[in-house]
Each structure stands twice: as structure tokens, then as C-alpha cells.
């Protein structure tokens, strides 16, 4: 059963425990991306661990391997249920990433986290993959990366819901697909590219569904995440 994942991309914490207030309710997994990590992270966690909700730390880590393991380390003390790395970082990093994060939820007496790697981000295209150097499509690059990523022993990979199929199809359904870029049909895009609809993504095998300003910047959050959320029900592939 897919899950959605809401991006608490707001600047102030007051404003990030009243969508979390707001939202309650319903089972979600909260996004700390790097406006509420840099913004107010300590402050973040704790409330969420007050208030028992599970939480993805979306730090994005890209650095030498030695560098990322100890920057895991100290996510994985906040008890989160999904951390993510660049797959660009390489093997190496990766593998470093996983170890460390095994090690120290062992020496915690909790439970790993799932270590998810970026392929290709939501908001690039073709050419501006081109642009930097990667040739090929955003399907190709984010192919290669994905199995290199599952070879590192990461439990999945961040890409578009439009590579879902692919990746899975070549490297088995648990490896697991979280997917940022989703729009309700009608809303702006803004700087995001390979968009989807809920019902797409989770009719292509995507395991998580990562929504922020269509639910942040809703006059009803609560609606639109209860919407979204009944969307995904009816396309959950059987
Ligand atoms: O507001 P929107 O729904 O576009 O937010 C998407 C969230 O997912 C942002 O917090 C962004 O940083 C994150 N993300 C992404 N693309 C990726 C990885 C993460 O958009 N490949």
C-alpha cells in the first residue's frame, strides 16, 4: 500500500507544527527537507517524536564516503523512518551510507531506516541533464544509477513516477520507489518537470508518494491531503 509523504517545506516551526496539528489525523510520514532541517530541526524532531509521527529526513547527502557515514550517524539518533543520499555520490559513498546506518540504529537498539537514493531530480530534464554532462534521458540515467544504488545495498531509490515502472521492472518490486513531482491533475507545476498525477504514480509501483505545495499551500490542507489520499486508494495496483 503506498504512502504519502508530506514536505514540510515552511519556513518556521510554528508553522510546520500547526500542519502537523492540522494534518494529524491521517497516517502520514513527514518530510524534513532542508528548510526545516537547517530552518529549526532540532526543534522539529522533538515534537514529532512527542507527538509519535514518523518522519523522512530528506538531506540529500552527497560528500566523500567517510563524511556522509558520520552525517548519517547523526540523523539516525532522531529514530527516522527514511534517509536519503545522492546516488551521483557513487558506490562507495553509498555503501558507506548503509553501513553506517545499520551500525549505529544497532547501537541504538532501533530499527535501520530505509536509506533511499536520488536518481535523477524531479526538476530536471533532458537538456539540463545534458547540459551537466549526463548524457542520455532522465529514464536512462536513472536506470543506471538505480542499480548501481540496489548493488550498494540501498532499500530504494528517490526518482520520478515516470521511471518507476522501469526501475522495478528491471530490479524487482521490493526495491522500493519514492517519488517526489506529483501534482492533483490541474495544479501548477512550478519548477518541477517529470510530473505526475496520485493515481499515476501509485498505478506505476510507487511505493511513497512525496507531496508538498499542493498540501502546504492549500487553503484546506486537511482536504486536499484526505483527497490525495483517496485518489491513491483507488489506483493501489492489486
Ligand atoms: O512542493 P513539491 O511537491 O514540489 O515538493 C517536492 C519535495 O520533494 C521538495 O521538498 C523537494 O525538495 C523534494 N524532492 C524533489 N525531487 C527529488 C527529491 C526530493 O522534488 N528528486
Redesign the pocket.
Known amino acids: 500500500m503506498a504512502q504519502l509523504v508530506v514536505?514540510l517545506?515552511v519556513p518556521s516551526p510554528e508553522e510546520a507544527e500547526r500542519l502537523i496539528d492540522e494534518l494529524y489525523e491521517l497516517d502520514l510520514i513527514y518530510?524534513v527537507?532542508?528548510e526545516s532541517l537547517y530552518g529549526y530541526g532540532e526543534r522539529i524532531f522533538s515534537y514529532m517524536e512527542e507527538r509519535d509521527v514518523r518522519h523522512f529526513i530528506?538531506a540529500?547527502l552527497h560528500d566523500i564516503p567517510r563524511t556522509v557515514a558520520a552525517g548519517v550517524k547523526q540523523l539516525v539518533r532522531h529514530g527516522t523512518h527514511i534517509i536519503n543520499i545522492h546516488a551521483l555520490g557513487g558506490r562507495a559513498m553509498m555503501r558507506a551510507a548503509v553501513e553506517a546506518a545499520s551500525e549505529r540504529a544497532h547501537e541504538l537498539g532501533a530499527t535501520p531506516p530505509h536509506v533511499f537514493a536520488?536518481t535523477?531530480?524531479?526538476?530536471l530534464s533532458r537538456d539540463d541533464l545534458n547540459e551537466v554532462g549526463l548524457g542520455g534521458n532522465a529514464v536512462q540515467n536513472a536506470m543506471r544509477l538505480a542499480q548501481l544504488a540496489k548493488e550498494a545495498g540501498c532499500t530504494g531509490v528517490?526518482?520520478?513516477a515516470h521511471e518507476v515502472r522501469d526501475i522495478k521492472g528491471a530490479l524487482g518490486a521490493h526495491f522500493l520507489a519514492l517519488t517526489?513531482?506529483?501534482?492533483p491533475a490541474g495544479e501548477a507545476h512550478?519548477?518541477?518537470k517529470r510530473v505526475t498525477t496520485p493515481a499515476e504514480a501509485v498505478s506505476a509501483g510507487s511505493d511513497y508518494l512525496?507531496?508538498?505545495?499542493?498540501i502546504?499551500q492549500a487553503s484546506d490542507p486537511l482536504a486536499t491531503a484526505k483527497a490525495i489520499l483517496s485518489e491513491m486508494q483507488v489506483c493501489q495496483p492489486r
Not at 120 to 123: A, C, D, K, R
Not at 180 to 183: F, K, T, W, Y
Open positions: 514536505a517545506d518530510k527537507g532542508m530528506d540529500k536520488v535523477v531530480l524531479t526538476s528517490v526518482c520520478s517526489p513531482g506529483i501534482r512550478a519548477d518541477q512525496v507531496v508538498g505545495r499542493p502546504t
